[in-house]
C-alpha cells in the first residue's frame, strides 16, 4: 500500500550516489519515514555506475511503499573519481532484480530536475544528501534564485577532528570522499547562505556495522527491507570497515531527539595534498555538525524501520 505522508510532513528531495549498499538503504529509510513528503531522488554518478544505481532506486521505491516518486540520474562529472570495485559493486542489489514495479523517471537531469522541484515548492525544502555535493551545485548554477526555497542541506560528507578516508597516492588522507569528489562543488556551497547540517566521519565512527548488528537484523529477515539489508551488507563482507554513513545521516530527519549538534567555522580545501579536506577556520564558514548520537537507540530504531 503506498505510503502516505503525515499532515505537515517535511518536503524533502534525496540526492544519494549509489553507494553499496549504505546509499541504497537509506533511500529506502527515507522513503519509509512517514514525517517526509519525498518529492523526488537524484542519483548522482560517484559511488556508482549510473545504469544500475538508478534501477534499483527505482525498484526500491516501490517496495518503500513510494511507486510515484520521481527519480532522475545526474550528469555532473568528478574532479577525483570513485574506485572502480567500489563503484561496480552498485551492480549488486540482488533480492531486487526480480522486481517489476519501478517508480518513474522524471524526464530531465538531475540537475535540472532538482532546479525545477525547488521552484515549483510552495514551502521551503530539505535537501538530503548522502554523496557529493555536485548535483546541487549544478543546479544553484542553473538558477540561483532557488537558494532561498533550500531549507537546509543535510549532508553526509567531511572530517573535521578525525582523519579522512581517503587512501590515494600523493594525497595526505585528511579528506571524505565526498568532498574529494569535487571539492569545488563543496566550497560553491560553502560560500552560500544555506543552512547546512553536517554529519561527518567524527559521528559515523561511532556507528560501525557490527556482528552483533548482523545477527539482531537475520532475526528479521521475514520483513522486506530488513532481508533486502541483511542480503546487502552480507555480500558487501570483505569490502573493508562499514559505517552506517549515510544511514546515520538521514535518520536525523525522522529521530533529531537521538542527536546532539555544536557549530563549527570550516574552509574547504580544493588544492593540493588536503584536497577536500573540510578544515577548521577562524572565520571560516559555520555549519551545525551533528556531534554526538545515542549508538543504541539508533541501531534499534534502524532495527524497528526495517521490520514493517
Ligand atoms: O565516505 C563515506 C561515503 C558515504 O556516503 N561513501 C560511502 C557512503 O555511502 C564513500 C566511501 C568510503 N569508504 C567506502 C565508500 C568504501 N569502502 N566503499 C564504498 N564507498
Ligand atoms: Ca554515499
Given at each position: 500500500m503506498p505510503l502516505m505522508a503525515q499532515d505537515g510532513a517535511q518536503p524533502v528531495l534525496l540526492d544519494h550516489d549509489g553507494g553499496m549498499p549504505d546509499d541504497y538503504l537509506a533511500t529506502a529509510l527515507v522513503a519509509g519515514m512517514a514525517n517526509v513528503d519525498l518529492l523526488g531522488v537524484v542519483v548522482t554518478p560517484a559511488d556508482c555506475e549510473i545504469r544500475p544505481a538508478v534501477l534499483a532506486t527505482r525498484r526500491l521505491l516501490p517496495l518503500a511503499g513510494r511507486p510515484r516518486v520521481p527519480v532522475a540520474p545526474s550528469t555532473v562529472r568528478p574532479v577525483n573519481p570513485f574506485p572502480e570495485p567500489w563503484r561496480r559493486s552498485s551492480r549488486?542489489?540482488?533480492?531486487?532484480?526480480?522486481?517489476?514495479?519501478?517508480?518513474?523517471?522524471?524526464?530531465?537531469?538531475g540537475q535540472q530536475f532538482l532546479a525545477r522541484q525547488l521552484e515549483l515548492a510552495t514551502a521551503p525544502v530539505?535537501?538530503?544528501?548522502?554523496?557529493?555535493?555536485?548535483?546541487?551545485?549544478?543546479?544553484?548554477?542553473?538558477n540561483p534564485a532557488v537558494e532561498k526555497k533550500i531549507r537546509r542541506i543535510l549532508w553526509m560528507g567531511g572530517a573535521i577532528d578525525v582523519p579522512g578516508n581517503v587512501v590515494e597516492p600523493g594525497h595526505d588522507g585528511s579528506a571524505e570522499w565526498n568532498v574529494y569528489w569535487d571539492p569545488p562543488a563543496?566550497?560553491?556551497?560553502?560560500r552560500t547562505a544555506i543552512p547546512i547540517l553536517m554529519c561527518p566521519l567524527d559521528i559515523t565512527n561511532s556507528v560501525p556495522l557490527t556482528r552483533d548488528f548482523l545477527n539482531r537484523l537475520k532475526s528479521l529477515t521475514s520483513f522486506p527491507i530488513a532481508a533486502l539489508a541483511h542480503r546487502a551488507y552480507d555480500t558487501?563482507?570483505?569490502?573493508?570497515?562499514?559505517?552506517?554513513?549515510?544511514?546515520?545521516?538521514?535518520?536525523?530527519?525522522?529521530?533529531?531527539?537521538l542527536f546532539s549538534i555544536r557549530t563549527v567555522e570550516t574552509e574547504i580545501v580544493t588544492e593540493g595534498p588536503s584536497q577536500g579536506r573540510t578544515r577548521r577556520a577562524t572565520s571560516g564558514r559555520r555549519v551545525d555538525v551533528l556531534h554526538q548520537v545515542d549508538r543504541e537507540a539508533f541501531y534499534k530504531w534502524l532495527l524497528s524501520a526495517w521490520s514493517k
Open positions: 549488486r542489489m540482488p533480492p531486487l532484480l526480480d522486481r517489476r514495479a519501478q517508480a518513474p523517471l522524471a524526464g530531465f537531469p530539505t535537501l538530503a544528501v548522502t554523496g557529493p555535493l555536485s548535483t546541487i551545485a549544478a543546479a544553484l548554477a542553473l563543496a566550497a560553491a556551497l560553502w558487501s563482507a570483505g569490502d573493508g570497515e562499514l559505517y552506517f554513513w549515510d544511514l546515520l545521516t538521514v535518520a536525523w530527519l525522522a529521530r533529531p531527539d
